[in-house]
């Protein structure tokens, strides 16, 4: 896991949002969507961000990268702070770090044609001649599998898959080092999702790209991902390489993460009985519990749980955040 | 013994700007007492569309059901009055739908959505439906039932709405169960509670549950029998344990190996091997030829396919020309 000087290193990153109500000379409300989250990503490898909707896999991310407005950390990234660049340097600073978004029909605007979609990047940072530009377009429209002479259509004239190609087209164009990808298949249909994860995988592969990898699919996760953080209610809660985290999960909440999700060795037909299965829902980020935030819901759970928040503590190359971790 | 419900050769066509379009072309399944149907396929293959016909929902105009036969319990439900099919929705044949948030209503309490539900199909006073209410909110695991009972669907969680949906899907005990997507919306450790109460209603009541899905490891853990829907047609039917471990049709195994499924020996090796693909996209409905329709996309297409495969064979029926060929 510790690689020498990763390309992304996100220190004590925390996000709260202020809560409407409390009156005027009332006590603050926050809603603590990230609390407090450590990680980094390797050159050329995948790092997958999981956990349930609300867990706050996103805002790390989007805070991470300064699309979202954080409140507390440091998010090193080739030998800066980005936290702390300047409007200008930052802007600058995007052409190395893209995003590709969970939803292409809403994140592809209707009215552009497709080609200066993918374009627009290069235009905006003002990278290269117009005629170098058109051609890294028709370049990058090769590389994801779109024939050039699609480059003049529209958004809508394109099924899913392949405005998912374009929003890969378009990350791709500045020619980053990271790219963040937010649930880039889950709005995908099955049959195209493959398709996807493989491309992504082939340009990881040629390119050295590095991925922050977003999601809530363990399958997907397994299949991309080198190294994984779990996080649940804003915090990591177990940080490890693809193997340990399927191999021997350490905390309560990912063995119960990886009971939940379906798989095709789990038959009705041999009377399946679910190990562990969690209860509840979790807790509100807004009123955090005092101890783990899991407790409620652990199986495995006792009276200093309720009490004692546990840290994120690293053994042996993987951390847990766990009194009684497996 | 004959089976609870019986639908054959169900041909479903929409009138759209493209002109007739053919929804469902020959749907033929059977649904004994007690077992689960899965029915699995992409978006657009006609998976809900089914359901809704069951239900005898199909928005008409534009739908129209074109030909077959659908049979509860012997009685034909096609041409039926709206009054008769009025008294089976709900009391004899249940729905969960995918989102549970819009098909509640926001306005109403949830207790008094459920016995809104009682009232209508088994009468009694309001104080009864409303103590049966809580008793099924209690049924389905929700923790308080006297307190959720009063509460709003926005003061739920999407996991809470989907226990209310299976609640009120249950009241009037019915013997079909048609869940559309159920978990679609919810949490993989959400999803897992459903399924796991699905099972044990199942097991208690003993409904029969159509379970309509694009994900083959829900099929894994909750259907006895599956069918494979593709572009309007059924192109695979057989027990789950059939289809997974030998599926017949390209579509379907190419279905099974394009999933990036948890699975042990994959996470635990070095690198991942590559998805298997299935090239291209599912055509639209209105460019639909005579012949196959999944041959633009299938590796093992060959002259024959361009005339449509009929799905045949018993208990495990395929419809591919390829596969009867290398069965003969």
Same mark, same amino acid.
Do not use: W
């Given at each position: 896991?510790?690689?020498?000087?990763?390309?992304?290193?996100?220190? /004590?990153?925390?996000?709260? +949002? @202020?809560?409407?109500?409390?009156? $005027?000379f009332?006590?603050? %409300?926050?809603?603590?969507? *990230? =609390?407090d989250?450590?990680?980094?990503?390797?050159?050329?490898?995948?790092?997958g961000?999981?956990?349930?909707?609300?867990?706050?896999?996103?805002?790390?991310?989007?805070?991470?990268?300064?699309?979202?407005?954080?409140?507390?950390?440091?998010?090193?990234?080739?030998?800066?702070?980005?936290l702390?660049?300047d409007?200008?340097?930052?802007?600058?600073?995007?052409? /190395?770090l893209?995003v590709? +978004? @969970?939803?292409p029909?809403?994140? $592809?605007?209707?009215?552009? %044609?497709?080609?200066?979609? *993918? =374009?627009?990047?290069?235009?905006?940072?003002?990278?290269?001649?117009?005629?170098?530009?058109?051609?890294?377009?028709?370049?990058?429209?090769?590389?994801?599998?779109?024939?050039?002479?699609?480059?003049?259509?529209?958004p809508?004239?394109?099924?899913?898959?392949?405005?998912?190609?374009i929003?890969?087209?378009?990350?791709?164009?500045?020619n980053?080092?990271?790219?963040?990808?937010?649930?880039?298949?889950?709005?995908?249909?099955?049959?195209?999702?493959?398709?996807?994860?493989?491309?992504?995988?082939?340009?990881?592969d040629?390119?050295?790209?590095?991925?922050?990898?977003?999601?809530?699919?363990?399958?997907?996760?397994?299949?991309?991902?080198?190294?994984?953080?779990?996080?649940?209610?804003?915090q990591?809660?177990?940080?490890?390489?693809?193997?340990?985290?399927?191999?021997?999960?350490?905390?309560p909440?990912?063995q119960?993460?990886?009971?939940?999700?379906?798989?095709l060795?789990?038959?009705?037909?041999?009377?399946?009985?679910?190990q562990?299965?969690?209860?509840?829902?979790?807790?509100?980020?807004?009123?955090?519990?005092?101890?783990?935030?899991?407790?409620?819901?652990?199986?495995?759970?006792?009276?200093?749980?309720?009490?004692?928040?546990?840290?994120?503590?690293?053994?042996?190359?993987?951390?847990?955040?766990?009194?009684?971790p497996? | 013994?004959?089976?609870?419900?019986?639908?054959?050769?169900?041909?479903v066509?929409?009138?759209?700007?493209?002109?007739?379009?053919?929804?469902?072309d020959?749907?033929?399944?059977?649904?004994?007492?007690?077992?689960?149907?899965?029915?699995?396929?992409?978006?657009?293959?006609?998976?809900?569309?089914?359901?809704?016909?069951?239900?005898?929902?199909?928005?008409?105009?534009?739908?129209?059901?074109?030909?077959?036969?659908?049979?509860?319990?012997?009685e034909?439900?096609?041409?039926?009055?709206?009054?008769?099919?009025?008294?089976?929705?709900?009391?004899?044949?249940?729905?969960?739908?995918?989102?549970p948030?819009?098909?509640?209503n926001?306005v109403?309490?949830?207790?008094?959505?459920?016995?809104?539900?009682?009232?209508?199909?088994?009468?009694?006073?309001?104080?009864?439906?409303?103590?049966?209410?809580?008793?099924?909110?209690?049924?389905?695991?929700?923790?308080?039932?006297?307190?959720?009972?009063?509460?709003?669907?926005?003061?739920?969680?999407?996991?809470?709405?989907q226990?209310?949906?299976?609640?009120?899907?249950?009241?009037?005990?019915?013997?079909?169960?048609?869940?559309?997507e159920?978990?679609?919306?919810?949490?993989?450790?959400v999803?897992?509670?459903?399924?796991?109460?699905?099972?044990?209603?199942?097991?208690?009541?003993?409904?029969?549950?159509?379970?309509?899905?694009?994900?083959?490891?829900?099929?894994?853990e909750?259907?006895?029998?599956?069918?494979?829907?593709?572009?309007?047609?059924?192109?695979?039917?057989?027990?789950?344990d059939?289809?997974?471990?030998?599926?017949?049709?390209?579509?379907?195994?190419?279905?099974?190996?394009?999933?990036?499924?948890l699975?042990?020996?994959?996470?635990?090796?070095?690198?991942?091997?590559?998805?298997?693909?299935?090239?291209?996209?599912?055509?639209?409905?209105?460019l639909?030829?005579?012949?196959?329709?999944?041959?633009?996309?299938?590796?093992?297409?060959?002259?024959a396919?361009?005339?449509?495969?009929?799905?045949?064979?018993?208990?495990?029926?395929?419809?591919?020309?390829?596969?009867?060929?290398?069965?003969?």
């Open positions: 896991m510790d690689q020498i000087t990763p390309l992304l290193d996100v220190k /004590n990153l925390s996000v709260r +949002f @202020q809560m409407p109500g409390g009156g $005027l009332g006590p603050k %409300r926050f809603l603590h969507a *990230v =609390r989250v450590s990680f980094s990503v390797a050159r050329g490898r995948t790092l961000l999981v956990g349930e909707s609300g867990s706050g896999k996103t805002t790390t991310a989007m805070s991470a990268i300064r699309l979202a407005p954080s409140y507390q950390g440091e998010v090193h990234f080739n030998g800066n702070d980005l702390q660049l409007p200008e340097a930052m802007r600058q600073e995007r052409r /190395n893209q590709i +978004f @969970q939803d029909y809403s994140s $592809l605007n209707p009215r552009d %044609r497709v080609g200066a979609i *993918v =374009r627009e990047p290069l235009d905006l940072l003002g990278i290269g001649t117009v005629e170098e530009r058109g051609a890294r377009v028709s370049e990058l429209f090769g590389l994801v599998g779109l024939r050039p002479d699609q480059m003049s259509l529209f809508h004239q394109f099924s899913g898959g392949q405005r998912q190609r929003s890969i087209a378009r990350a791709m164009s500045t980053p080092s990271l790219i963040v990808c937010d649930e880039p298949v889950s709005a995908l249909d099955v049959a195209i999702q493959a398709q996807i994860l493989n491309l992504l995988r082939k340009l990881q040629e390119l050295g790209l590095s991925y922050l990898f977003i999601s809530h699919d363990l399958g997907v996760v397994q299949f991309i991902c080198d190294d994984i953080a779990v996080m649940y209610l804003g990591v809660v177990e940080y490890a390489s693809r193997k340990e985290i399927f191999g021997s999960p350490k905390h909440y990912t119960a993460l990886l009971d939940s999700a379906p798989s060795a789990r038959r009705k037909s041999s009377g399946y009985k679910r562990a299965a969690v209860s509840g829902d979790p807790p509100s980020p807004v009123n955090i519990p005092p101890g783990c935030a899991f407790a409620g819901r652990c199986p495995k759970s006792q009276a200093r749980c309720d009490t004692d928040r546990p840290v994120l503590t690293a053994d042996a190359g993987r951390s847990v955040a766990c009194h009684f497996n | 013994m004959a089976p609870l419900l019986e639908v054959k050769d169900l041909k066509e929409f009138s759209t700007r493209y002109g007739n379009v053919t929804a469902l020959g749907v033929s399944f059977e649904l004994n007492a007690g077992e689960t149907l899965g029915v699995v396929g992409e978006s657009g293959c006609g998976k809900s569309i089914t359901a809704l016909a069951v239900m005898g929902l199909i928005p008409m105009p534009p739908g129209r059901i074109a030909g077959g036969s659908i049979k509860f319990k012997g034909e439900l096609i041409g039926a009055p709206e009054s008769r099919l009025r008294q089976l929705r709900g009391a004899e044949i249940g729905m969960i739908f995918q989102e948030m819009t098909s509640l926001p109403f309490r949830v207790g008094d959505q459920i016995a809104e539900a009682i009232l209508l199909h088994q009468g009694g006073s309001k104080a009864e439906a409303r103590a049966r209410a809580v008793e099924l909110l209690k049924t389905v695991g929700i923790p308080e039932p006297d307190r959720r009972a009063r509460a709003y669907p926005h003061e739920l969680s999407g996991g809470m709405r226990r209310v949906m299976i609640a009120m899907a249950m009241s009037c005990r019915p013997q079909v169960l048609i869940a559309d159920p978990t679609t919306a919810l949490d993989v450790t999803q897992a509670q459903i399924f796991d109460l699905m099972r044990e209603i199942q097991q208690e009541f003993g409904v029969a549950i159509i379970m309509i899905t694009h994900d083959m490891g829900a099929i894994s909750m259907a006895d029998r599956v069918a494979v829907m593709y572009a309007g047609k059924m192109i695979e039917e057989g027990s789950a059939a289809i997974l471990d030998s599926p017949g049709h390209p579509y379907t195994s190419g279905l099974i190996g394009c999933i990036p499924i699975d042990q020996a994959i996470a635990l090796s070095d690198r991942p091997p590559p998805l298997a693909e299935i090239p291209g996209v599912v055509p639209p409905l209105h639909l030829g005579a012949g196959c329709a999944f041959a633009e996309r299938c590796s093992q297409v060959h002259d396919c361009t005339v449509s495969p009929v799905l045949i064979g018993a208990p495990h029926a395929v419809a591919c020309h390829a596969y009867a060929a290398g069965k003969s």
